[in-house]
């Protein structure tokens, strides 16, 4: 029993100095194939292991191949050898086998530009996140039609139109562009009227509101019973093909903040608006983000 406590505490050593490097692997050493079926595997470690702890001889052929660093006898340092060979950690001439490093999980880009955050290099506005009382002054006065909105989203908005047009159906803007002062009176006068427990599912606090960047607007009627129209359905379906997202989906509550609403799109172009809405997920699913008041 001492004699096998001293063997196995010798190939420790021998280990730990072969993660040093301290061993190395002579020209003349065997060539580890102790088996001689042609390739060095568990099988080998075992029967050099065998021989050193006196349980199985080695002779010959065989013990000529378990002496891989060339000193002259089989010892717990050819086991060390074999074995980190068979792991893939050290090859037998000496050489480092180390896989790559699997890459660390990368969260998202969140930036903050004048007051306003940019996430993977998109604007938001939610809960979590709110623009400055002054941002989105002067759309109206810029944008190429009446409801405030960019003209990158309007135009989008038209082509989306049209078609919806062609397949039988009429939308128009019912909500565009907000300014944080317009958004404040709408704001608090729900709270007034609701409490602000209630107002606050479905409507943004001023600075919180998408409105206000004019990227978002309301199509046909921002109430309720407007998510069983023919209209809503044809939004959800085809908004995306314009670089439109559904922003408040339905069923998606706990992660947006608000209650589900067909009517409120927003623009994020075509490339992304597919990925968001091919992918099941609400913009602060897709973007790894939250959205409550902080």
């Not at 990227?215 to 023919?230: G, H, Q, V």
């Not at 085809?238 to 992660?255: H, M, Q, S, T, V």
């Amino acid at each position: 029993m001492k004699r096998k406590n001293k063997i196995i505490t010798g190939m420790a050593a021998a280990v730990l100095a072969l993660a040093a490097g301290s061993i190395c692997a002579y020209a003349d050493g065997g060539s580890g194939d102790i088996d001689g079926d042609g390739s060095i595997t568990a099988t080998d470690v075992v029967c050099a292991a065998a021989y050193v702890k006196g349980i199985r001889p080695l002779y010959g052929q065989a013990l000529a191949a378990a002496d891989v660093n060339g000193d002259g006898s089989v010892n717990a340092a050819d086991v060390a050898m074999l074995a980190a060979h068979v792991k893939g950690i050290r090859s037998l001439n000496g050489n480092y086998s180390t896989p790559d490093p699997e890459p660390e999980p990368q969260g998202p880009v969140i930036e903050v530009r004048n007051g306003v955050t940019y996430v993977d290099g998109i604007l938001i506005a939610n809960k979590s996140y709110a623009l400055p009382s002054n941002y989105g002054w002067g759309l109206t006065y810029s944008c190429n039609n009446d409801y405030g909105l960019t003209n990158e989203t309007w135009n989008a908005f038209c082509e989306m139109q049209s078609a919806a047009w062609r397949d039988g159906y009429s939308l128009w803007v019912c909500s565009g562009y907000r300014s944080y002062d317009y958004q404040s009176s709408l704001y608090w006068g729900y709270v007034n009227r609701d409490g602000q427990w209630a107002a606050d599912t479905y409507s943004a606090r001023p600075g919180h509101s998408e409105h206000q960047t004019g990227l978002a607007l309301d199509i046909n009627y921002a109430e309720s019973w407007f998510n069983n129209t023919a209209e809503a359905v044809w939004i959800a379906n085809n908004c995306a093909d314009y670089g439109f997202i559904l922003r408040y989906p339905a069923g998606k509550e706990d992660k947006t903040g608000y209650k589900h609403e067909s009517w409120h799109v927003r623009y994020v172009g075509k490339d992304l608006a597919r990925k968001v809405t091919d992918s099941g997920l609400c913009l602060e699913e897709y973007l790894g983000i939250d959205s409550y008041y902080h």
